[in-house]
T-cell receptor, first 115, second 113 residues
Framework: AQSVTQPDIHITVSEGASLELRCNYS??????LFWYVQSPGQGLQLLLK??????LVQGIKGFEAEFKRSQSSFNLRKPSVHWSDAAEYFC?????????????FGQGTILTVHP | NAGVTQTPKFRILKIGQSMTLQCTQD?????MYWYRQDPGMGLKLIYY???????DKGEVPNGYNVSRSTTEDFPLRLELAAPSQTSVYFC????????????FGDGTRLSIL
């Protein structure tokens, strides 16, 4: 069975600092990987996705993530954080074929941004 | 183009009551999903559907039922509400093609007292 671990429950950074959110997955084949962001009281918005090809993927709002098969990781990065980035971030893994696009989510990482 | 619409946004139920959470989409997606979100637990899949008339259980289906009579609607039914079902519920849809992400509604916050 597939699984996702986000080791950091809560991260605090200063505005303008760099950010890295960790995500480790467990899956037998090549996974489909996603990062979603959730602002308070809102649904989940897709930041970026990885299916195949270039292991460094670019997303919206200046985020990027790198797929590292050897480390089973898909960490999210941003070079300079803005106060509006404060939210909860979820990493998710899915598979193709008969999985019908079902996703397994990590526990989430809450990001606090200090001015 | 509303995307995925969930109603109601908030609801308080008494133990043993029943209710239906509504989910409607206007994107003509065949795949639809119901998740529940509990603090520190991420999202857990309750039920999903790959088209009208086809539904299947997810990871945490107990206490819930679904139906899918049309492409647009995928209601989630709680028959006998229990405090353990206090949660935020999200509906999501997905185009039934490879390499497609899920699109989420804004959620229904449900409290059972």
């Amino acid at each position: 069975a597939q699984s996702v671990t986000q080791p950091d429950i809560h991260i605090t950074v200063s505005e303008g600092a760099s950010l890295e959110l960790r995500c480790n997955y467990s899956y037998g084949a090549t996974p489909y990987l996603f990062w979603y962001v959730q602002s308070p009281g809102q649904g989940l918005q897709l930041l970026l996705k990885y299916f195949s090809g270039d292991t460094l993927v670019q997303g919206i709002k200046g985020f990027e993530a790198e797929f590292k098969r050897s480390q089973s990781s898909f960490n999210l990065r941003k070079p300079s954080v803005h106060w509006s980035d404060a939210a909860e971030y979820f990493c998710a893994v899915g598979a193709g074929g008969t999985s019908y696009g079902k996703l397994t989510f990590g526990q989430g990482t809450i990001l606090t941004v200090h001015p | 183009n509303a995307g995925v619409t969930q109603t109601p946004k908030f609801r308080i139920l008494k133990i043993g009551q029943s209710m239906t959470l509504q989910c409607t989409q206007d994107m003509n997606h065949n795949y639809m999903y119901w998740y529940r979100q509990d603090p520190g637990m991420g999202l857990k899949l309750i039920y999903y559907s790959v088209g009208a008339g086809i539904t299947d259980k997810g990871e945490v289906p107990n206490g819930y039922n679904v139906s899918r009579s049309t492409t647009e609607d995928f209601p989630l039914r709680l028959e006998l509400a229990a405090p353990s079902q206090t949660s935020v519920y999200f509906c999501a849809t997905r185009w039934d093609s490879t390499n497609q992400p899920q699109h989420f509604g804004d959620g229904t916050r449900l409290s059972i007292l």
